[in-house]
């Protein structure tokens, strides 16, 4: 442990020196304390027949997959959630504001040590081992953990998007026939979502930088990749600055494809 | 009025046919049940028995007794906040009232065994705003309700839509979406709408408030059509003009209660109550500044005074 803080400082320090010296240093090569070494992504690490491109690259697959998994979750959970917080019954708010109350309340780090270290405790001794031995252990307990974390995100927005609606519109479904579940289904849901898609991309990418926390629990996605990079390599500058690069083209991707869907759901005749 | 849209001579089924529902008509046993003709004319379509209805410790309806015929044409009218919306839509139980029953063709509308969402579907409902469905195009508008809640074919209710949509003039709309359309043809689209599911008992809830003047008479037009195909219509309106040439009745509304019930020529002609005369009065003075002024009408044994324009 002593030694990690060592070294993050001896990290922080460099980076602090080169942040003062401008571009120049990076320049000047051997008069600075910081040295760029372009050609570090093409050299092995010592994970084994990888070059330290291909470390993040498995990382950026890794945050990639972890993010959409825990989407699948979080907008389903989501979307249920947030309905029962819009239904007439007291019942079904209550489940729904206690849910959202928790899971938004609570660090999302403090939520992943809770289900990874303190779970498999509080469980029966036999499940708990399972649970512990399962393999990609962190991986599906982090996948859960942040769906479940954005859920109550996403129930938030499904709320206030149907809440937007105007009331006349749930007027409209009711003297048709239509059942509750089918004016949600047929008539609500479709308009509330037009309405929260923007809200909702911020969500996902929310959702896709949060993956970032599950480094604390062993999960090796992009920023995991990143800092094993730094830490055989020393080269800090490098593996963040490529990690800040991914994040930023696959997030802008995402904003890209939002951008269309947007554009493929609207409605003709509206704005 | 403006010009009816109205093609005269494409009149090949009726707006309504309330006597062909499909064999899923029936509301339940007893009522207008499993494909049985509804009520005869002149049998009692709405029959609304006592209801009360609160908000809190306020009271919007007060002991609200009236029936409508088969067929019939009822005007609800009354100042702003006298319930008459509210009263109309304790019709489907879209608002629940507290005491009282209403009772629609035959099938209580308070009543455990009664299944809201198929009654509904068989009373037709027109808003103030229209209320269509904004993210459909016109044809899924009017063909979503008929599939989903009457379980008819994609064709069958894709053909009695656009049917209904030729009898209100739109059938060029068709691909459209609601946003596209003005407010008159967003109406008519609505009305077509709740046509579709073949209504025994049609209800607008003051349906050309929220229109543009010049559209106002394309919407009246497709009632004064409805009317005389016999459909049984129980309508909220400020259009005094309309209410005194098509409606059979007319019911007056103030603080909650119905005041006054009566057939349209005398409460028209001689109005009992003392505030359904100040009501007439008011709304009848509104005279579009310049118009002559209607001697004839001041000359009528009517006790309502119409007043002249303050001159200038």
């Known amino acids: ?271 | 009025m403006t010009a009816t849209p109205m093609p005269e001579t494409a009149v090949t089924t009726p707006i309504a046919d309330a006597d062909h529902a499909p064999e899923d008509a029936g509301l339940r046993p007893g009522g207008l049940v499993y494909g049985a003709p509804a009520a005869a004319p002149g049998e009692t379509m709405i029959a609304i028995d006592g209801i009360s209805k609160w908000y809190g410790d306020f009271q919007v309806l007060t002991n609200c007794t009236t029936k409508v015929a088969k067929g019939e044409f009822v005007v609800v009218c009354g100042p702003s906040g006298s319930g008459k919306s509210t009263l109309i839509k304790c019709v489907n139980a879209l608002e629940p009232f507290q005491k009282g029953q209403i009772t629609v063709a035959g099938t209580k509308v308070i009543d455990k065994s009664t299944n809201l969402p198929k009654l509904r579907s068989r009373v037709g409902m027109v808003f103030q705003h229209f209320e269509l469905f904004p993210h459909l195009s016109i044809t899924d508008n009017l063909t979503i309700a008929q599939r989903k809640v009457l379980g008819r074919s994609a064709e069958d209710a894709k053909k009695r839509g656009l049917d209904l949509l030729a009898r209100v003039g739109l059938s060029a709309h068709a691909d459209k979406f609601p946003g596209q359309l003005s407010g008159g043809q967003q109406q008519r689209v609505a009305i077509a709408r709740a046509l579709a599911m073949n209504p025994v008992v049609m209800l607008f809830d003051e349906p050309t408030s929220a229109l543009d003047p010049e559209m106002v008479g394309e919407v009246l037009d497709v009632m004064v059509e409805l009317a005389k195909e016999g459909m049984t219509m129980m309508v909220v309106t400020h259009e005094m003009g309309f209410a005194r040439k098509v409606a059979d009745r007319v019911i007056f509304m103030d603080r909650g209660e119905i005041v006054e019930d009566a057939r349209k020529e005398d409460f028209f002609g001689s109005p009992r109550s003392e505030r359904a005369q100040t009501f007439l009065s008011k709304i009848l003075q509104h005279r579009r500044y310049g118009d002559p002024i209607d001697t004839a009408a001041l000359s009528q044994p009517s006790r309502i005074r119409i007043l002249p324009m303050p001159s200038r």
Not at chain 1, 224 to 253: D, K
């Open chain 1, 1 to 271: 442990m002593g030694r990690a803080i060592d070294h993050r400082r001896s990290t922080t320090d460099a980076a602090n020196d080169g942040a003062h010296r401008g571009h120049r240093v990076i320049q000047q090569g051997g008069a600075m304390n910081y040295n760029w070494n372009s050609a570090i992504f093409f050299d092995l690490s010592p994970e084994g027949g990888v070059t330290y491109t291909q470390t993040l690259l498995t990382g950026l697959k890794w945050t990639i997959l972890t993010a959409l998994c825990a989407w699948a979750i979080g907008f389903s959970v989501g979307l249920v959630i947030g309905v029962l917080r819009t239904l007439p019954s007291k019942t079904a708010n209550l489940v729904g504001t206690v849910y959202v109350e928790l899971f938004r309340n609570v660090p999302l780090l403090v939520q992943m040590f809770l289900w990874y270290f303190v779970l498999p405790e509080v469980l029966p001794t036999a499940t708990g081992d399972w649970l512990e031995q399962l393999p990609y252990a962190p991986f599906y307990t982090g996948v859960l953990c942040l769906g479940l974390f954005t859920a109550s995100r996403v129930a938030e927005q499904v709320r206030a998007g149907i809440q937007a609606l105007p009331r006349g519109q749930r007027m409209a479904g009711t003297p048709m026939g239509f059942t509750t579940a089918q004016t949600y289904r047929y008539v609500l849901l479709p308009n509330a979502d037009r309405i929260i898609l923007p809200p909702l991309t911020s969500e996902f990418l929310s959702n896709l930088k949060n993956t970032s926390v599950m480094l604390t629990i062993g999960v090796v996605e992009l920023t995991a990749a990143a800092r094993s990079m730094q830490e055989f390599s020393f080269q800090v500058f490098e593996a963040f600055t490529a990690a800040t690069v991914l994040y930023i083209i696959i997030n802008l991707a995402v904003v890209a494809l939002a951008t269309l869907l947007e554009r493929f759901i609207a409605i003709p005749g509206q704005r």
